[in-house]
């Protein structure tokens, strides 16, 4: 009876010890290090900076030993998660992007994508690689790849990765308008399709180097490079028309794209797409004041008007685009957005802005119009300087009507002969 006693006693503590012990491991909560770059003794400088340290242009293939104490910081944007990407990592900051070349595999497990890193540069080389400027080692006198147990120390994270930090990639309307500066960046194409949708994979077994055309409205194309290593390679091409956002490359001078995994396509539905590969059906050209008109540019395939009159007088001249009527009865979230490009000053103080109306009687003057928030073109000078994207411009609160859009020019009258010319282009609703 006794031992009975005891042993009950010897019981009763155990379990209470082991509580106590299972509650204080409850508590305690293991410490949490959060990396920190150390970047000491050394002079910071950007991704164009490190881009620039050449005293010359490097040839293809090139390599350029870097000898200076540099720290580069910047944002990874892209990793080899889905196995599109092989043994590279790309990161960016404000002034460019580039790509990181490092014999090592399942890099995303410590570099994720808007992880912060420093790069430690002293010691290893930017190479040009098919055009492509790039941070890594040295192999047979040409770019290389840095070797794996030396990426902690020369590839430093800093803080915890954050999606936040990742940047807006550039975004252009179609497969076109990028330049070498975008390189290694994140971009984005929009309202473009695949050539053979629906009917070819990402990468067919066996492929070795599976490629893959994309193409926007108006011809222009661009090529997908995929991995047979991929997660998506057995995936069949979307059908429809959508944005895509990847990593600019580039291989015998022509753009092309890497995407980081199947998310960064998006297809949607289009409401209107006007490319203005002919003159447009349905479309209204309204002056309201001058002898300049909105005219259809048959070279360059673009709504385009001119309000300058040759002689100098300054003429002022007040000048509508109108749509033709689309329906957004079943539309939730339609999203508007075109390019603009534009040459010349003008002392008008808005030379042109778009606008809609529920309710478009035949005559613009008459009509009531509300204006849009958009991106216009800034371009002063004698000579264009590229397409300007608008944004992504919300037509929401629009859902379930039928409506137009207009664009609206407009020069000045002050007696010095100034005018602005404008071209409009790729204008698109889709439903995202």
């Known amino acids: 009876m006794k031992l009975q006693i005891i042993f009950l006693i010897f019981t009763i503590s155990l379990g209470i010890l082991t509580l106590s012990s299972c509650k204080e491991l409850e508590l305690d909560t293991p410490p949490y290090h959060i990396p920190e770059a150390d970047t000491s003794g050394g002079t910071m400088i950007t991704i164009e900076q490190l881009k620039n340290?050449?005293?010359?242009?490097?040839?293809?293939?090139?390599?350029?030993?870097?000898?200076?104490?540099?720290?580069?910081?910047?944002?990874?944007?892209?990793?080899?998660e889905s196995g599109n990407i092989y043994k590279k990592l790309y990161m960016q900051d404000s002034t460019g992007g580039i790509v990181l070349s490092i014999d090592a595999k399942d890099m995303y497990l410590k570099y994720p994508i808007g992880q912060t890193v420093y790069l430690n540069c002293k010691g290893f080389y930017l190479g040009n690689s098919y055009g492509i400027p790039q941070f890594g080692s040295?192999?047979?006198?040409?770019?290389?790849?840095?070797?794996?147990?030396?990426?902690?120390?020369?590839?430093?994270?800093?803080?915890?990765?954050?999606?936040?930090?990742?940047?807006d990639p550039k975004t252009v309307v179609g497969a076109s308008g990028f330049s070498t500066s975008d390189l290694s960046k994140l971009v984005k194409i929009t309202n473009v399709s695949f050539q053979e949708a629906g009917t070819n994979l990402f990468a067919n077994p066996g492929e070795s180097y599976p490629e893959r055309t994309v193409v926007d409205a108006n011809g222009n194309t661009m090529v997908l490079s995929n991995s047979s290593y991929a997660t998506f390679?057995?995936?069949?091409?979307?059908?429809?028309?959508?944005?895509?956002?990847?990593?600019?490359?580039?291989?015998?001078?022509?753009?092309?794209?890497?995407?980081?995994?199947?998310?960064?396509?998006?297809?949607?539905t289009s409401i209107l797409a006007e490319y203005f590969g002919t003159e447009p059906?349905?479309?209204?050209?309204?002056?309201?004041?001058?002898?300049?008109?909105?005219?259809?540019?048959s070279t360059d395939l673009t709504m385009k008007i001119n309000g300058w009159d040759g002689d100098g007088t300054g003429a002022g001249n007040d000048d509508y685009l109108v749509s033709a009527s689309f329906d957004l009865s079943t539309a939730v979230n339609p999203i508007l957005s075109f390019s603009s490009r534009r040459r010349f000053a003008d002392t008008e103080t808005e030379p042109m802005a778009v606008y809609i109306t529920t309710d478009y009687t035949g005559d613009a003057s008459t009509t009531s119009w509300t204006k849009l928030s958009a991106t216009f073109d800034l371009n002063t000078t004698s000579s264009f300087t590229g397409w300007v994207s608008s944004g992504e411009i919300n037509l929401s609160e629009y859902s379930g009507s039928d409506v137009r859009i207009a664009f609206r020019y407009k020069s000045s009258s002050d007696g010095n002969g100034s005018a602005?010319?404008?071209?409009?282009?790729?204008?698109?609703i889709v439903d995202k």
């Open 233 to 268: 390679a057995n995936d069949t091409l979307p059908e429809g028309t959508g944005d895509i956002t990847g990593i600019l490359s580039t291989y015998n001078s022509e753009y092309r794209l890497y995407i980081r995994d199947i998310d960064d396509i998006q297809m949607y």
């Open 138 to 167: 040295v192999f047979e006198g040409g770019p290389g790849r840095i070797i794996s147990d030396k990426i902690d120390t020369i590839v430093m994270l800093d803080g915890l990765p954050d999606l936040s930090f990742i940047p």
């Open 53 to 80: 340290l050449p005293p010359s242009p490097l040839p293809s293939p090139g390599i350029y030993l870097i000898d200076s104490n540099y720290f580069v910081k910047g944002i990874i944007t892209a990793n080899d």
């Open 420 to 428: 602005s010319f404008w071209d409009i282009d790729n204008v698109s």
């Open 281 to 297: 059906s349905g479309w209204d050209k309204k002056s309201i004041s001058g002898d300049a008109a909105w005219i259809f540019n």
